[in-house]
């Protein structure tokens, strides 16, 4: 105990043994984050979209460093494969206490004059139905562990609207802001936890495909901090928000971890 009463280990005593389903960890932040609660103790269920086998390496690599992990894999364009990797998931863990939802994406910067319904039913069924699901797929299993949390991934971009193209991706986000908020007092009484964490700009594959270069450096230049975020950047917000001890008082908030990229 330190002199104020509060344990020096207390994140990784609180985290210890919980079981974790961290979605869309093969790569960038999700990954960081399996590993981060891996290294705290944690039983961790990865999940991946099963194109690269990338969800599989990593739960190799933890496992080997005596971690308990192991990676499920589906499209979260299919809802039947989202209850899938969550059955999967509760399954291999024994039940479940944290919930993250962070697989996603934009899929592709389309203008609205050229934005097809197919286009719409992609953004919505990955980036919305897919956190609907999986919250609605996971709640017995956290109503059987007594409470515990779901942490959503959204994107500054629900609330500045993204750049050119990106409009239903950042709606997409918007939506789940907003479910995040209501199934907080949905669940409460459930001793459930709902919240987000909103990253700002985050270099990993995601702007690879989606930014030029020259597009993020400009977005560096102008935030406060300098640079643009890591994976590992996000994941303290994440942990935060698990943990029972650290952010047990704190539900239907939405955390933004951007640099000061948007303040307010
Ligand atoms: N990077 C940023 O600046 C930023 C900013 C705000 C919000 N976000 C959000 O943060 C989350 C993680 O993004 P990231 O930057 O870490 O990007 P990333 O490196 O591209 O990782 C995306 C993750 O989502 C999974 N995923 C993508 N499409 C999928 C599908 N159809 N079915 C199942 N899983 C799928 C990927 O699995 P595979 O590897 O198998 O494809 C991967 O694990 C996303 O929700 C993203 O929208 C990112």
Avoid at 76 to 87: G, I, L, N
Avoid at 195 to 211: E, K, L, M
Wanted: aromatic share 6%; net charge neutral.
């Amino acid at each position: 105990m330190s002199m104020n009463g509060w344990p020096a280990t207390a994140l990784g005593d609180d985290l210890r043994g919980k079981r974790v389903l961290v979605t869309g960890s093969s790569r960038g932040i999700g990954a960081a984050l399996a590993a981060a609660f891996a290294g705290l103790g944690a039983r961790v269920a990865l999940h991946g979209s099963g194109q690269s086998g990338a969800a599989e390496a990593l739960a190799a690599e933890l496992s080997a460093g005596g971690a308990v992990a192991r990676a499920f894999s589906g499209d979260f364009r299919d809802p039947r494969a989202v209850e899938s990797v969550v059955d999967g998931a509760v399954d291999f863990l024994g039940g479940l206490d944290v919930l993250v939802n962070n697989a996603g994406t934009m899929v592709g910067r389309m203008p609205l004059a050229s934005l097809e319904d197919s286009f719409l039913d992609e953004v919505v069924d990955l980036n919305l139905r897919s956190v609907v699901v999986a919250c609605r797929r996971a709640l017995p299993a956290l109503k059987a562990a007594g409470g515990g949390a779901i942490v959503n991934t959204v994107s500054i971009s629900a609330r500045t609207g993204g750049s050119p193209g990106s409009s239903l991706y950042s709606a997409s986000k918007a939506f789940v802001s907003t479910f995040t908020r209501s199934l907080a007092t949905e669940l409460a009484p459930e001793r459930i936890r709902v919240n987000a964490v909103s990253p700002g700009t985050i270099d990993t594959d995601f702007h690879g495909r989606y930014s030029s270069p020259e597009k993020l450096a400009a977005t560096a230049a102008r935030i406060p901090l300098q640079r643009l975020g890591t994976a590992e950047d996000c994941v303290g917000a994440y942990l935060f928000l698990s943990s029972e001890r650290l952010g047990g008082y704190v539900t239907g908030q939405v955390v933004e971890v951007n640099g000061g990229q948007l303040m307010a």
